[in-house]
């Protein structure tokens, strides 16, 4: 993952998702990406961010360090802090684990597992928005916005 300083906060966790997509992408190369996506879903990470663990573990470093971020080395104030509680419900809400998530017969997603695949989808299309507006193309890995 890059670490560009200027990167917004909220961004992190968009970051983490594009990049383990990207990640299954190449390992599988004639996968989609909305393939890609639907492989995330099964991983250890997805469990990580769907849970609120992913955040839970940032807030306690952040609280055991000042608030001071370890990649940027600034503090991170209590507005962001809002912000990224409120992604960290949204995550939880939106990318609900619920096992069996697909019809048997035929193989179409429920609601539940449409609602989490379109919000990973909308994390990294913000996230590809980001590259585009900062000029670092070079970022972008899977064109969702193409």
Same mark, same amino acid.
Not at 1 to 5: A, C, I, N, R, T
Not at 90 to 94: A, N, P, T, V
């Given at each position: 993952?890059?670490?560009?300083?200027d990167?917004?906060?909220?961004l992190r966790?968009?970051?983490l998702i594009?990049?383990k997509v990207?990640k299954? &992408? =190449?390992? %599988?190369?004639e996968?989609?990406?909305?393939q890609a996506?639907?492989?995330?879903?099964t991983t $250890?990470d997805?469990?990580l961010?769907?849970?609120g663990?992913?955040?839970n573990?940032w807030f306690?470093?952040?609280?055991?360090?000042?608030?001071i971020?370890?990649?940027t080395? &600034? =503090?991170? %104030?209590e507005?962001?802090m809002?912000l990224?509680?409120?992604q960290?419900d949204?995550?939880? $809400?939106?990318l609900m684990?619920?096992?069996?998530l697909?019809y048997?017969?035929t193989?179409?997603p429920?609601?539940i597992?449409?609602?989490?695949?379109?919000?990973?989808?909308?994390v990294?299309?913000s996230?590809e928005m980001?590259?585009?507006?900062t000029?670092?193309?070079?970022?972008i890995?899977l064109n969702i916005?193409?």
């Open positions: 993952m890059s670490q560009d300083k990167k917004p906060y909220v966790v968009a970051e594009y990049s990207d299954i &992408k =190449k390992e %599988n190369s996968m989609t990406n909305i996506f639907e492989v995330f879903m $250890k997805y469990d961010i769907s849970s663990e992913f955040h573990q306690l470093e952040l609280k055991n360090n000042n608030f971020d370890n990649i080395g &600034k =503090k991170i %104030n507005e962001t809002r990224l509680e409120l960290k949204s995550m939880i $809400k939106f684990k619920i096992p069996k697909y048997a017969k193989h179409f429920l609601e597992s449409q609602r989490a695949f379109d919000h990973l989808w909308r990294c299309e996230y980001w590259c585009n507006e000029k670092q193309k070079k970022l890995t916005l193409d």
